[in-house]
Structure formats: C-alpha cells, structure tokens
C-alpha cells in the first residue's frame, strides 16, 4: 500500500532563514508525489508535484521539493521563510486517491 | 477560472439529522474527489466519480454516500449524524494527476 509519512508535528523557523519540511514515502511502482499546504479555516492549496523527470521540482510561492529515490524522500524547502508561510504543510502520494501524510505545523518567527 | 466552490461553509446539525453537502468542480473537470479532515484521523479519502460514476470509495460506512449529476457537480450526503461526523469536509475536483481543492464545508454535529 502506498503511505507517506511526516516525522514533524512542528517545525519552528526564523524569519529569513532557510525551511525544510520533510516527507519519506513508501510505494510500489513511480511514486506520484504533491505537497499541500492549508492556511486556517481554509481548503488545501496546491504547492508542487512529482511526476517524473527533475528530482528537483519548483513550486508556488518560492518553495520546492526534491525527490531522493535511494532514501525515498521529498522534502519540502525554501530558501528564506516568510511569517506568512506559517500554516499546515500535507505530503500526498497519489494511488487512486490521494493519500495524505498527517501534516507539520511551520511556525515562521519573525 | 473559478475555482472548486463549495455549499454551505458552515453547517451545524443535530445528532440522527442528515446533511447534503454540494461541491461544484472546477469548469471542465469531470472527476470530484471528496475527503473528510478531524484533528484525530487528519485527511481521510470518503470517494472520488469520474462522469457520474462513482469511481472509487474509501473505508466509511454506508451512511456517506454521494452522487455526481451530469454537469459534474457533486453532492455528498451523510445520514443519520454521529457526534464523529463533525469535521471540515472537502472537495477536490481534477483533470489528470493534480486535484485542486475546494475551501470545506465545516460540519458541527451537536
């Protein structure tokens, strides 16, 4: 069956400085990777995907991922974190449906 | 392009009532995915119909149930309500791998 799982509940960042939010998964076959992210009391917003091609994938609002086949990884990151990045991130891997990790709070302190 | 919408955003019901949720996709996306998010089982896949066919379904019980009319909007209904149904639901509505998310329809079940 294929899972992803996010080790971070929280992840507490300064302003300016570099983020990264990780995601491992596990599946059977190409993985179709995305990273969700939810601000509250809103839906899911899209971020980025893998499908195929370049481990390393260029997203919305300056964030990307890279996909490491040999420790099965796709952690999100961004170079310099804003306040305004704080809110929930969602790994996902898509079989039929998508299936969610269960998300890592980013605190962005100014 | 409009987004995926969703009816009602908030809705409060007592416990043995039913509720119908309604999402209309985004324009010329012909699969809607619906989900289920509660702080203790996090984003939980409920069913996804591709051309009012109900194409897949998740691990609830029969009292969530769903139907998707030939526009492409979808309704969701749950009936006979437990205190455990309250949760943000929502819509996802998709074209190829990526699903694009409505804002959830929050369900209080008193």
């Known amino acids: 069956a294929q899972s992803v799982a996010q080790p971070e509940d929280q992840v507490n960042v300064a302003e300016g400085n570099p983020l990264t939010v990780k995601c491992t998964y596990s599946?059977?076959?190409?993985?179709?990777l995305f990273w969700y992210v939810q601000y509250p009391n809103r839906g899911l917003q899209f971020l980025l995907k893998?499908?195929?091609?370049?481990?390393l994938v260029k997203g919305s609002y300056g964030f990307e991922a890279e996909f490491n086949k040999s420790q099965t990884s796709f952690h999100l990151k961004k170079p310099s974190a804003l306040v305004s990045d704080s809110a929930l991130y969602f790994c996902?891997?898509?079989?039929?449906?998508?299936?969610f990790g269960t998300g890592t709070r980013l605190q962005v302190f100014p | 392009k409009a987004g995926v919408t969703q009816t009602p955003r908030y809705l409060i019901k007592t416990r043995g009532q039913q509720v119908t949720l309604s999402c209309s996709p985004i324009?010329?996306?012909?699969?809607v995915s619906w989900y289920q998010q509660t702080p203790g089982q996090g984003l939980q896949f409920l069913f996804e119909?591709?051309?009012?066919?109900?194409?897949n379904k998740g691990n609830f019980p029969g009292r969530f149930s769903g139907r998707q009319f030939s526009n492409s909007r979808s309704e969701m209904n749950v009936s006979t309500l437990e205190l455990g149904d309250s949760a943000l639901y929502l819509c996802?509505?998709?074209?190829?791998?990526?699903?694009?998310f409505g804002p959830g329809t929050r369900l209080t079940v008193l």
């Open positions: 996802a509505s998709s074209l190829s791998q990526e699903q694009f």
């Open positions: 599946v059977s076959g190409n993985p179709y």
């Open positions: 893998y499908i195929t091609g370049d481990n």
């Open positions: 996902a891997v898509r079989d039929i449906e998508l299936i």
């Open positions: 324009s010329g996306h012909r699969s």
């Open positions: 119909y591709f051309s009012e066919t109900q194409r």
